[in-house]
């Protein structure tokens, strides 16, 4: 078990995760310098603005510690973490770490659904101003989907959800703890 847990901390929605990394037993890092990356087991990158953070990965040279954690070690992408992590990105178009073969649109679900609550696989999620994946590669294992839109996908190390679920569930949730049990499909 992965039992110091990162959340890329340098905008958006880190904190509420560590209340489910420490309902697991594990540790929560807060993530936004260099030398953090070698103190974690395995990274959340969080909700909040994707452009905003690509650009403060830039400012903090991040970029290319965070492409080889992800190559190496568990990475969970939610919502702007999706963004960050996907092959490509439309709507508008903008720069990826491209650590998973699928293409996004960013705030593709239109106004009424800027932010949704919906079930997967009994849990209550929620859904802020999502991204839709819209391409997945072969290699690519979708675990759930949104209306006809994978919303949960896998490949190697990274995990992407387009759905936020430390908003709304106990601590811990279950995707919390795939991460911290590394249990994603090889
Ligand atoms: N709309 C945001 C973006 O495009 C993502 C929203 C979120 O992370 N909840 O980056």
Redesign the pocket.
């Known amino acids: 078990m992965a039992t110091r847990i990162g959340v890329l901390a340098v905008q ?2 880190f904190a509420l995760h560590r209340a489910h990394i420490e309902a697991l037993g594990a540790e929560y890092r807060e993530v936004w310098r260099h030398q953090d990356f070698a103190a974690i087991d395995a990274l959340i990158i ?8 690509l650009k403060l990965l830039a400012t903090l040279d991040l970029q290319k510690v965070l492409t080889e954690f992800s190559t190496e070690k568990p990475t969970w992408g ?6 960050l992590l996907a092959r490509s990105v439309t709507n508008p178009c903008q720069e990826s770490l491209a650590r998973i073969d699928v293409d996004i649109a ?2 593709s679900y239109g106004r009424q659904l800027n932010s949704s609550h919906e079930e997967v696989n009994g849990y209550r999620v929620s ?5 839709r994946i819209t391409r997945i590669g072969s290699d690519v294992e979708v675990l759930a989907y949104k209306g006809d839109d994978p919303s949960w996908v896998e490949s190697g190390k990274v995990m992407l959800t387009t759905f ?1 679920p430390e908003t709304n569930l106990h601590a811990p949730s279950p995707w919390h703890r795939r991460l911290a049990q590394s249990s994603f499909r090889a």
């Open positions: 958006g929605a969080p909700g909040g603005e994707s452009a905003t953070m939610i919502c702007a973490g999706a963004i960013r705030n859904y802020i101003r999502a991204p936020h």
